[in-house]
């Protein structure tokens, strides 16, 4: 997601805010800009691209020196990636300048009462209106803090944002709800960052702010208050590690970072679903009501992880929409005869966007005049400007080869989708659609309970490191909850590793057990009495032949813990949900057993990020 920057004290700002930008570069970005007050001005520079077309502006047109400042690197949302909606955004007069990380979700509204008012926005983006309301209670008086305290009350949404202004010159101001702004305390000097990765060449002595406060920074000190101006609570701690760590923000992998990054992920790719109306709203959807509603058949296509958010995806929309779904191999889908017409809706899952097999599908099925709908983690990337409608995740940069927020954020995408067809089909009243989404809106709070439980399964992955084979058993959407386990271990730890609907075990799977061969098990939710039963007697009949069983399971289902060598517990939730709970220990034990074995689990052997070639 975006990366924001700020600073002020003894040094010259602009050198201060490039290298926080730079260290912010793996976060991924299509934009960047600096905002600086010297000489009783403020100096803005910003330009699309890379940030290396931001440094050659600067290098043209020199801005003037300053000890005050901050930057941003943007990754589009509400507008496309040009120097028009790059941050920083200013006001009317040219004295106010804001950066920006979030959604601002009644910021149309906020817009049309300031145009009517006489002010002249020049963006497509949210985050231009903070600027241009900041001017209003500036002119209504007192300083920068107490006009972002006043403008924060009015904004709905999740949102970081950053000012300043020629009035307060030795003041910068941060705003925190629901997105990550962190403080660095030096000496003489204090810092402003989305990721203490911007500043921990300078001070390892940091401030988490706490939701809804507000941040004063002076290069004499730090005052933190809530919206409302009271003094705030902070909690102060220090960075135990380097610059050397800082693009991993202190772990030792990227694939460590990303694990414990999918609460948030989850939770930024719900941001903003829901209408005024309380109606589920997908503003990148582009195919209109009516073509939906005459769609018969939806195709799925997708590489990968990819393919298993798919092969969930068909649950959900047979289950929720009342539509026949089937799901490809984009590989292998247009050397076939598929059946497509003018009311077939396609839809591609590619995390980059340039997945060259997706891509030729999509092509394929753009000349059979299907319609199509791209799921994508990257803006502006090829698949979305290729299909009718594009619903993007906002999983931010995935480094690590093996996908594992990305993974989480495409079924988030698959059950809006899902539940927007239905609700727009009219197989499901809006009340349940708005309930469904409620439901979803608390998945972040059980990922976050799973990530904190996990120990035990990094023992129990540590342990098994001189295994050569590990089996996978699921129903329902477990299967594909055991395919997706059996990849991460061929991906990451080079074993043998196979994942099979439990149902067809003694249609010929049985035979490859033998004892002490590790079997992961995921357990239906107990609310799904027949599967839940049928796959408990496979763990008995495994068990009985030798096997080692490890069950993934609901906590407090007793009827498992006699059969379970070991038990993974994860939070009860509804059926077609329980994906987004049971992936994430398979992925850290994937992790830590590739780990034990001395593997580099960010960069595996033989694998790419994208597959750009057929």
């Known amino acids: 997601m975006c990366g924001i920057v700020g600073y002020v004290g003894g040094r010259p700002a602009l050198d201060v805010v490039i290298e926080g930008l730079a260290r912010l570069e793996y976060r991924g970005y299509d934009s960047a800009g600096v905002a600086l007050l010297a000489e009783g001005r403020l100096a803005t520079a910003k330009r699309a691209g890379k940030l290396v077309n931001l440094r050659g502006a600067l290098e043209e047109e020199p801005p003037p020196a300053g000890t005050l400042g901050m930057g941003h690197t943007r990754w589009a949302t509400h507008g496309p990636p040009n120097d028009r909606n790059a941050h920083p955004h200013v006001d009317c007069t040219g004295t106010v300048a804001v950066i920006h ?91 402003l960052a989305s990721d203490v990765a911007a500043f921990i060449a300078h001070t390892r002595d940091a401030i988490e702010l706490g939701q809804d406060q507000i941040v004063e920074l002076r290069a004499g000190g730090v005052t933190v208050t809530d919206f409302e101006g009271r003094p705030a609570e902070v909690k102060e701690y220090h960075v135990d590690w380097d610059v050397s760590a800082a693009e991993k923000g202190g772990y030792d992998y990227f694939m460590l970072k990303e694990i414990a990054e999918q609460p948030r992920a989850v939770a930024d790719t719900l941001l903003g679903r829901i209408g005024t109306d309380g ?136 059950y809006l989708i899902a539940l927007y067809i239905a609700q727009v089909r ?33 023992e129990l992955a540590r342990s098994l490191a001189g295994e050569r084979c590990v089996l996978f058993l699921g129903r329902h959407v477990g299967f594909p909850v055991a395919l997706e386990g059996a990849l991460k271990l061929k991906e990451l730890a080079y074993m043998h590793a196979e994942g099979f609907a439990a149902g067809e075990l003694k249609h010929g799977p049985i035979a490859l057990i033998e004892s002490g061969l590790p079997v992961v098990v995921v357990v239906p939710p107990r609310a799904r009495d027949v599967l839940h039963d049928k796959i408990v007697s496979n763990i008995q009949e495994i068990r009985a032949r030798g096997a080692r069983t490890i069950v993934i399971a609901e906590e407090g289902d007793a009827s498992v813990e006699p059969y379970a060598d070991t038990l993974i517990g994860v939070p009860a939730v509804p059926t077609l949900l329980q994906p987004l709970v049971t992936t994430v220990p398979l992925q850290v034990f994937a992790c830590e057993l590739a780990t034990a074995k001395g593997h580099d689990v960010d960069q595996p052997r033989n694998l790419a990020k994208s597959v750009t070639v057929e």
């Open 101 to 191: 990380n979030g959604i601002i979700e009644n910021f149309a509204a906020l817009r049309g009462e300031l145009e009517e008012a006489g002010h002249k926005l020049g963006s497509d983006t949210d985050t231009e209106a903070v600027a241009h309301l900041l001017e209003d209670e500036l002119k209504s008086g007192g300083d920068l803090a107490a006009a972002m305290r006043r403008v924060c009350r009015r904004l709905e949404g999740a949102f970081t944002l950053v000012a300043v202004h020629t009035g307060d010159p030795d003041l910068v101001v941060g705003a925190r709800r629901n997105s990550p702004l962190v403080v660095g305390v030096g000496d003489g000097e204090n810092f």
């Open 279 to 414: 109606r589920l709203t997908l503003d990148e959807m582009r195919i209109s009501d009516q073509e939906l509603r005459e769609v018969d058949k939806i195709i799925i296509v997708a590489c990968g992880t990819s393919f298993h958010a798919g092969l969930i995806a068909k649950y959900a929309i047979e289950h929720w929409a009342g539509l026949p779904c089937e799901v490809e191999l984009a590989s292998e889908f247009r050397y076939r005869d598929a059946i497509l017409s003018p009311t077939t809706l396609v839809i591609a899952i590619s995390q980059s966007g340039e997945t060259m097999d997706a891509l030729m599908a999509v092509r394929h099925a753009r000349e059979q005049k299907a319609k199509l709908l791209g799921i994508c983690n990257v803006n502006g990337s090829t698949l979305p400007r290729e299909c009718d409608g594009v619903l993007y995740t906002h999983a931010g940069p995935e480094i690590a080869v093996a996908s594992t927020k990305a993974f989480l954020t495409q079924l988030v995408a698959v």
């Open 426 to 458: 009219g197989t499901k009243w809006g009340d349940e659609v708005f309930a469904m989404v409620q439901l979803l809106e608390r998945m972040p709070e059980k990922v976050e309970k799973v990530l904190e439980t996990m120990e035990p399964v990094r």
